[in-house]
């Protein structure tokens, strides 16, 4: 089998010989089947996905024989995919692993519902190490789709990286800006789902994308959640589309969308853990505060919101052009930053895009066409004096110094 390398994998082969259970989340079509049969090339052992009914039942009714199928010596793998359709998965799981741990090594997947309906995880406390699959970030598609560049995009990261965490001035410049720039619009119109990024043609690769957005709401919303009146979940997914990046007033939705409360609130619940979307809330000093605000929200994957949207406009014929970049750039962030991240806004309505908090410091992350510098911007550096800011921008590349702060000027593909 050809296998297509990602990030994960590293930190994947550090758990290979301890007895924790690995269990692999992430929304459906992410990769994680290719993963564990990749896995079992290369370790050996049995593979069982529990999207067959009779393994299901099987599975379910007597998971003691089950197991006892897979189990010929001392040292036996098991690959278990979709877990999530067994319900009682947690508490099954749990009693294979108390009684087999000592040669039985498990893998395990599931998607968004996996800790929802099944509560794997409050019953694996302590015998678990927890993955998470998404979509491929900007580094892994490179990986795949331009090997020659994805070199030269490694020292732009290291760069990014050191810039930020040590002050420490660039010393590489961009360089096959038009080639980046290209594979940037390629990624922010298709996405990073694997089975969009290897095909080429560019209408498959939407009718993917829309057979991937149904199969979610069919099966995800539908089986699993048991959410009856679709129609009205679409339209929310329609109305964040639309307000992709806005500050999130649930209020407004009511009105606008005609739905109650608890119904909006159980939405948008369903598609954070459907790995659909991400909140991003307000920076506050006070903690409380902050949980209190409104949140901005972003998709995960780009391609799945333009498929919901039907717009494959090439970037230079859309007006949200910027509200690309930058749920792009807040995605980039959170796959390569441990740091915490929000939005800051004042009563006056003065506003950044992305505050990041590493190591007690905070970096102002501005996410522009331009490269002037806003307002708002020049306003939190005068309040909060941080030591290093970034601003994205197309147009220009460069280090400027305002009062203390050292601030970046960088094309969207450096990070």
């Not at 079992?40 to 599975?59: A, H």
């Not at 189990?71 to 009682?88: H, R, S, T, V």
């Not at 057979?211 to 959410?227: M, P, Q, S, V, W």
Request: aromatic share 14%.
């Amino acid at each position: 089998m050809e296998y297509y390398p990602r990030i994960i994998d590293e930190y994947l082969d550090r758990w290979f010989d301890r007895k924790e259970i690995i269990l692999m989340k992430g929304p459906r079509q992410s990769g994680k089947t290719t993963i564990f049969l990749h896995l079992k090339e290369k370790l050996g052992g049995n593979y069982v996905t529990l999207e067959d009914d009779e393994m299901l039942s099987s599975f379910e009714k007597n998971p003691k024989e089950f197991i006892k199928r897979y189990i010929e010596n001392n040292k036996n793998i098991l690959f278990l995919d979709e877990a999530q359709y067994c319900k009682n998965a947690g508490k099954t799981i749990k009693l294979i692993f108390d009684l087999y741990s000592d040669n039985l090594k498990l893998f395990i997947t599931g998607s968004g519902s996996f800790d929802i309906k099944v509560e794997i995880g409050k019953n694996l406390v302590g015998r678990s190490i927890y993955f998470e699959l998404l979509p491929l970030n900007f580094e892994e598609f490179l990986m795949w789709k331009a090997k020659d560049l994805h070199k030269i995009f490694i020292d732009y990261k290291k760069a990014f990286k050191n810039f930020i965490l040590k002050g420490d001035d660039f010393n590489v410049e961009p360089v096959f800006e038009k080639e980046f720039t290209s594979l940037l619009q390629e990624y922010l119109l298709f996405g990073g789902y694997p089975a969009i990024v290897k095909e080429n043609e560019p209408d498959l690769k939407k009718e993917l994308l829309k057979n991937l957005t149904r199969t979610y709401i069919e099966k995800d919303i539908f089986l699993f959640f048991n959410i009856m009146h679709l129609e009205k979940f679409k339209n929310l997914l329609n109305y964040i589309s639309f307000n992709n990046g806005s500050i999130f007033e649930i209020s407004s939705i009511m009105r606008e969308l005609h739905m109650d409360f608890k119904t909006i609130e159980n939405y948008l619940s369903v598609l954070s853990n459907t790995y659909i979307i991400s909140f991003l809330p307000p920076y506050h000093k006070n903690l409380t505060t902050e949980l209190k605000k409104a949140k901005k929200v972003y998709y995960n994957d780009t391609g799945i919101r333009n498929s919901i949207m039907n717009n494959f406009l090439t970037l230079d014929r859309r007006t949200d052009k910027g509200i690309l970049y930058e749920n792009f750039i807040f995605n980039e962030l959170k796959s390569n930053f441990d740091g915490k991240i929000n939005y800051w806004r004042t009563a006056g309505k003065a506003e950044v895009d992305f505050i990041m908090q590493l190591n007690s410091k905070l970096i102002p992350i501005e996410v522009k066409s331009q490269t002037k510098i806003t307002k708002s911007y020049l306003s939190f550096l005068k309040t909060y004096k941080p030591k290093t800011g970034v601003v994205f921008t197309e147009k220009e590349f460069k280090i400027k110094k305002i009062n203390d702060t050292k601030i970046a000027f960088i094309p969207h593909f450096f990070i």
